[in-house]
């Protein structure tokens, strides 16, 4: 999952206080590029692309997605993004004189068409430093249909807990890999016992689920990289690509073929 990053991102929309400008918004294509650090504003974030991939790390949590996804990223959340390849990013930032009604914990979600119109109609105003009656009317309905965003799947939970993370860094270092939970245990020094009750108690799922997720959102990265179905199993250590496609669709509720961009 490692790629090398050549460019660093500066966006500041996310640190304007400004009830006058309840949205500001950005829109680029770039390449391998990353936020400069890990970061967090007052305003909240509604962030996706309308091409290409994106992953987006919070402290509690990652999310692999694409265009047919999005992710709401809460107001004085630390996160960080990264664009791997070429990505069009799509992102805007809510004032925090907007947010008492809008979700207080990020997660990533699938957007309606409808809400991906009203983003792409707010950022074709270029955010004027003052709103027409036409600008205040679709930015109250954008706002709206934010409140009744609701959560999906495609995360994977992650924890500061330094034996979790010795154990999940060696799981995303070795995606292919078939080592049991007794040889990650003996990395982090604890017994399988206790490395299983550590998923339990800091992720919320059992040592296989996680694996299987990494496994799931890695292979999302690569449909979006337009790798084929067959060459994303064996790249991830599955037996044959039925049952990489059955997993997949048992996950997310489409094949792997219907999941692409096209």
């Given at each position: 999952m490692n790629t090398d990053y050549k460019t660093d991102l500066e966006i500041d929309h996310g640190f304007e206080i400004n009830a006058l400008r309840p949205v500001a918004t950005y829109s680029e294509e770039i390449q391998n590029a990353k936020c400069a650090n890990s970061h967090a504003?007052?305003?909240a974030q509604i962030?996706?692309?309308?091409s290409g991939i994106m992953e987006v790390v919070t402290k509690n949590n990652i999310w692999i997605v694409n265009s047919l996804q999005g992710v709401w990223i809460a107001s004085n959340e630390e996160h960080q993004v990264y664009f791997p390849n070429n990505v069009k990013v799509v992102t805007a930032f809510i004032d925090e004189?907007?947010?008492?009604?809008?979700?207080?914990?990020?997660?990533?979600?699938?957007?309606?068409?409808?809400?991906?119109?009203?983003?792409?109609?707010?950022i074709s105003f270029s955010n004027p430093n003052i709103l027409t009656q036409q600008h205040s009317r679709i930015i109250e309905v954008f706002l709206d249909e934010l409140s009744t965003l609701?959560?999906?799947?495609?995360?994977?939970?992650?924890?500061?807990?330094?034996?979790?993370?010795i154990v999940l860094d060696a799981?995303?270092?070795?995606?292919?890999?078939k080592h049991t939970i007794d040889y990650y245990a003996g990395k982090a020094f604890v017994s399988p016992r206790t490395l299983s009750r550590l998923f339990h108690k800091e992720l919320g799922m059992s040592f296989g689920d996680w694996k299987m997720r990494l496994k799931?959102?890695?292979?999302?990265?690569?449909?979006?990289?337009?790798?084929?179905?067959?060459?994303?199993?064996?790249?991830?250590?599955?037996?044959?690509?039925?049952?990489?496609?059955?997993?997949?669709?048992?996950?997310?509720?489409?094949?792997?073929?219907?999941?692409?961009?096209?």
């Open positions: 504003h007052p305003r962030i996706s692309c309308s004189s907007k947010l008492h009604n809008l979700p207080k914990n990020s997660f990533a979600f699938e957007p309606s068409g409808f809400l991906t119109s009203l983003l792409e109609k707010i609701t959560p999906s799947k495609t995360f994977l939970p992650t924890s500061q807990d330094k034996r979790i993370k799981l995303m270092n070795d995606l292919s890999g799931l959102m890695e292979a999302v990265k690569q449909l979006g990289e337009k790798k084929s179905v067959k060459e994303i199993a064996f790249e991830l250590g599955y037996e044959n690509v039925s049952s990489f496609i059955a997993t997949f669709k048992k996950h997310f509720g489409k094949t792997p073929t219907n999941y692409i961009v096209k």
